[in-house]
């Protein structure tokens, strides 16, 4: 698998990312292309638009399309609950999640699936992205009250999440 | 008939963000890193350094 390819696009502003791999065990090709749009969101669109295509990599025919965003979205949140399975303490129940976009969502459900959960403290750039992230979030316990930190606004809700039972 | 290239295919699957959120359990993606990691650095073990 190579260094991804960066190009930035002037005119937008924005970046063009293409990532290829060969797959052996799948005999496939796959290329990751996305772009970082940093207005999108203003536009009502995700900051990461992109696609991912599969092919055969013996006759080239294409085998998938599939969504980018959501698919950087879990495979993101993963690598971060893979770190907080190795490094987080076994007790440690409370997560703070810093936005309130896509991969919120995604690393609430992969940190709730490693860890069981007690307590989760989100933090958003503003009250109304926060509370309508939290609104999104089953609990029986919200704390509704916002509090400025760092310069943002952060929002508590509560209600045990326990980790999926992986077998082991 | 014009020439339809690659559409010409009977089945190329199609995921948006909901189907891939439906395929894709987390739990077995965090395992998946995991084991993508130990054997990265199983073999940067094997491989001499510069």
Redesign the interface.
């Known amino acids: 698998m190579p260094v991804r390819l960066t190009l930035p696009i002037a005119s937008a502003p924005g970046i063009h990312v293409v990532m290829p791999a060969y797959l052996p065990d799948s005999d496939a090709l796959a290329t990751r292309s996305s772009r970082l749009f940093p207005a999108n969101p203003s536009k009502g669109l995700p900051l990461i638009l992109g696609v991912v295509v599969?092919n055969d990599a013996t006759t080239d025919?294409?085998?998938?399309?599939?969504?980018g965003?959501?698919?950087t979205g879990?495979?993101t949140?993963?690598?971060s609950?893979?770190s907080v399975?190795?490094l987080a303490g076994p007790n440690a129940g409370i997560l703070t999640i810093v936005g309130t976009g896509l991969q919120a969502g995604?690393h609430l459900?992969?940190i709730a699936?490693?860890r069981g959960l007690t307590k989760l403290r989100v933090v958003g750039r503003s009250l109304e992205s926060a509370r309508a992230f939290a609104q999104t979030i089953p609990g029986d316990d919200r704390d509704t009250d916002p509090r400025r930190t760092n310069g943002g606004r952060s929002r508590e809700g509560s209600g045990p999440r326990r980790?999926?039972d992986?077998g082991r | 008939m014009g020439h339809t290239g690659?559409f010409h295919?009977p089945v190329?699957?199609?995921?948006?963000?909901?189907?891939?959120?439906r395929c894709?359990d987390?739990?077995k993606?965090?395992?998946?890193?995991?084991s993508a990691?130990r054997q990265f650095r199983s073999n940067a073990r094997r491989c001499p350094s510069g």
Do not use: C, K, W, Y
């Open positions: 599969l025919a294409p085998l998938a399309f599939i969504d965003a959501m698919l879990l495979r949140a993963a690598a609950a893979l399975r190795t995604t459900e992969a699936a490693v980790p999926r992986d | 690659a295919l190329i699957l199609v995921l948006n963000g909901d189907n891939v959120q894709l987390p739990l993606l965090v395992d998946a890193m995991d990691f």
